[in-house]
């Protein structure tokens, strides 16, 4: 487990699997809950969570199957990543949050404020395209930019591949526009976690690729987002590009902008830390 500063760790019983938790800031302040994507953990926050946690609560989920979260045999759908950010809520005792996601973590977001926006203030999502159908045929065409994900969902390949910490590394590395954003320590912290357990990330990426896909082209995702909602996009991001997240946001979310950063890609919070912390003190305040 890295260290930082002022930061505690927990594990919370939810439905199917124990969650660890790291908390920083006054344990009675106002709550900010920040979830991280693949293939990382909690430690994906390390650079925002001091400046951050001298203003909330701020507390960082694993998702089941990362970190030090259990990894139970199912439930890798990011349906259920959103039912599982509901359950911690209930489980910490917590009404309404503000609440920021990167990648899947951002996806989780989105679903749980389209279902139960009742839940959270604010949203601040990163490097996550949301779940809408733009209604324009033309960006199927970005779909080229998920071919990094085909072997992730090959049954002799993706074994092998994610059993390698050398190929997230790669993965992280090949996603960085930024030089110097993730040390040698941070790539190997989050490779050796996540490759002692492959079936993780295979299971994540083979239920997107050949189920959740066709459900977010067809808009069996989408719905009214109420929830008021930014969302920040790096310029060389090769998942999510300001052009395919747009539109979408502009047909379903009642309050939703997105902001495009200027040569980040999509690692954000480490990428841009500043960008992230100047952006949620200002949008959540």
Known sequence: MPELGGVRHS?????????????????????????????????????????????Y?????????????????????????????????DALRLDRVRLMGHDWGGMAGFLAG????????????LGIAPPFPSGDPKQLLGLWRLYYQLPLTLPVIAPRLLSRPDF?????????????????ADIDLYAEVIAS???????????????????IASGGWAGPLTVPT????????TVVSVERALPGMQRY?????????????????EEAPEAVVET??????
């Open 253 to 269: 979310a009642r309050d939703g902008r997105v902001h495009e950063l200027d040569g980040v890609g999509h690692f954000v919070p």
């Open 114 to 125: 389209i279902r139960a926006p009742e839940r959270f203030d604010r949203f601040l999502a």
């Open 11 to 55: 594990h919370v019983d939810l439905p199917g699997y124990r969650a660890h938790v790291a908390e920083a800031g006054d344990p009675g302040g106002e709550p900010l809950v920040m979830v991280h994507g693949w293939p990382q953990h909690w430690w994906c926050w390390h650079k925002v969570i001091p400046p951050l946690s001298e203003r």
């Open 280 to 285: 949620a003190l200002a949008f959540f305040a």
């Open 168 to 184: 997230f590394g790669f993965v992280l590395r090949r996603g960085t526009a930024v030089d110097g954003a993730m040390t040698s």
């Open 197 to 215: 357990r492959p079936e993780v990330s295979l299971s994540i990426y083979r239920t997107f690729i050949t189920r959740e896909l066709v459900q």
């Open 230 to 237: 930014r969302l920040l996009v790096g310029s060389e991001d």
């Open 57 to 89: 609560r701020v507390i960082c989920p694993d998702l089941r199957g990362h970190g030090w979260s259990d990894a139970p045999a199912g439930g890798y759908d990011k349906p259920q990543f959103a039912r599982d950010l509901i359950a911690l809520l």
